[in-house]
């Protein structure tokens, strides 16, 4: 759904910019590029969040309040009537950035609290609003009166409940997530503090109002790249440990015992422990193939993906334009894993007739596309094949995308740096 609606979402976000900001703001230049970059970070931060985590709720949430921003910035100078005073922004807004940071660490709400704290915080301005049309005092004025009133108790509120998450939270957790919690607190306090002291037009209020909102794309744009970098981490970690495990269980054993054995006199056990050897040595070729596969080794990554197409069970056709670059070998066998697998997927699960694989350089980096004419609708889930491949790109510093539309098929694409990381 993510990639569906990315270009949408640009064009409504340039097309607010570009008409209605720019024709309420265009007498006030530092207005209009605060709060122009205000909305856009949200949007773009946003929409990278949901590509890259579309089962979490954090991304849709950061686009819809970057487009609910760019609304009220409009809003509060053509339609003062409704929007004066940032009220769309109190309704919508911030409500979404305390959902926000309530998901940031799971991608959902989760338990009583969680739930509570959320509807708390939709249901703040509906409650409000009740109060004051049950006691007839139901007006703009009124309402930014009882912001007023009522916004340090929310700024401390929102304040405690980030502070909270941040001390609750694993250490891993407090040092990925951190920035983005202090961005909202900063901003909860800085609102709370301009809606208190000052809620009319004015150039520096617009502006601080711009940079507090800007603060919260950009902690969660840093905290979602702790996170990545600590999930690389714990993937490198893993596969070691499985390597060790691999040698200390199965080729370590056989060389132990086969040590023994030659040691002996008996002629039989001598020929055991040579045949434990072959064994051995049997075990670690099977282990460091899936390292560096014969035919990488042997042919290069030319002639290890023409050997796929060879194999794989419906026709596939290579563009092969990198045979005469030399890759260092992190990028070559990634690139032979993301070939083996989109291919692999395309045959056993896409109804492809036919695949086509890409083999391109891009200045100083080199791209892999497999491209298929099945069902699409494919996505990378945690613990699945693409998953494992976009780790493996990702630590090597390179991109891994799949573009997935169901009934267009799917395109497997990953750039990867010429010089390893």
């Not at 024709?23 to 990278?48: K, N, Q, R």
């Not at 794989?312 to 890759?327: C, E, F, K, Y």
């Not at 045959?347 to 036919?354: L, P």
């Not at 609708?377 to 780790?391: I, K």
Request: charged share 20%; glycine share 10%.
């Amino acid at each position: 759904m993510g990639d569906l609606l990315r270009w949408p979402v640009r064009a409504t976000t340039v097309a607010l910019v570009c008409g209605p900001l720019l024709a309420a703001y265009w007498t006030t230049p530092w207005e209009l590029a605060c709060l122009a970059a205000a909305g856009l970070l949200h949007t773009e931060v946003g929409l990278w969040l949901w590509r890259e985590r579309p089962a979490a709720r954090m991304g849709p949430l950061l686009v819809v309040s970057g487009l609910v921003w760019l609304l009220d910035a409009w809003g509060r100078s053509a339609l003062p009537a409704l929007c004066a005073g940032g009220l769309m922004l109190s309704v919508l807004h911030d409500p979404m950035h305390l959902h926000a940071g309530l998901v940031v660490t799971s991608g959902r709400l989760r338990g009583r609290w969680d739930r509570a704290v959320a509807a708390a915080g939709y249901a703040y301005w509906p409650v409000l609003a009740a109060a004051a049309l049950a006691a007839g005092q139901l007006s703009l004025p009124n309402l930014l009166h009882l912001r007023a009133l009522t916004y340090p108790l929310v700024g401390v509120f929102l304040a405690a409940v980030f502070l909270v998450r941040h001390r609750r939270a694993g250490r891993d957790d407090r040092h990925a997530y951190a920035p983005f919690w202090a961005a909202l607190t900063a901003n909860g306090l800085c609102t709370a503090a301009l809606s208190t002291l000052t809620y009319g037009p004015g150039h520096w209020p617009t502006v601080l109002y711009a940079l507090g909102a800007s603060l919260i794309p950009a902690g969660a744009a840093l905290s979602a790249h702790r996170a990545e970098r600590r999930r690389l981490l714990q993937a490198r970690d893993h596969e070691r440990r499985r390597v060790e495990r691999d040698v200390h269980d199965g080729v370590q054993q056989r060389l132990l015992a086969a040590a023994m054995m030659l040691r002996q006199d008996d002629p039989a056990l001598v020929a055991r422990g040579a045949a434990e050897v072959d064994n051995a040595i049997a075990d670690l070729r099977d282990l460091v193939r899936g390292m560096n596969p014969a035919a990488l080794v042997c042919h290069g990554l030319s002639g290890a993906v023409a050997a796929i197409a060879e194999r794989a069970g419906i026709p596939v056709a290579v563009d092969d334009r990198v045979g005469h670059v030399t890759l260092p070998e992190p990028v070559a066998t990634t690139a032979y894993f993301v070939t083996m697998e989109a291919v692999a997927n395309s045959a056993k699960h896409a109804r492809a007739g036919r695949v086509t694989v890409t083999l391109a350089t891009e200045g100083d980096r080199v791209a892999v596309t497999v491209h298929d004419d099945g069902i699409g609708g494919a996505q990378p889930v945690p613990g699945g094949g693409l998953h494992g491949l976009r780790e493996r790109v990702e630590s090597c510093g390179g991109t891994f995308r799949v573009s997935s539309v169901r009934g267009r098929g799917t395109a497997v694409r990953a750039v990867l740096p010429l010089v390893a990381v």
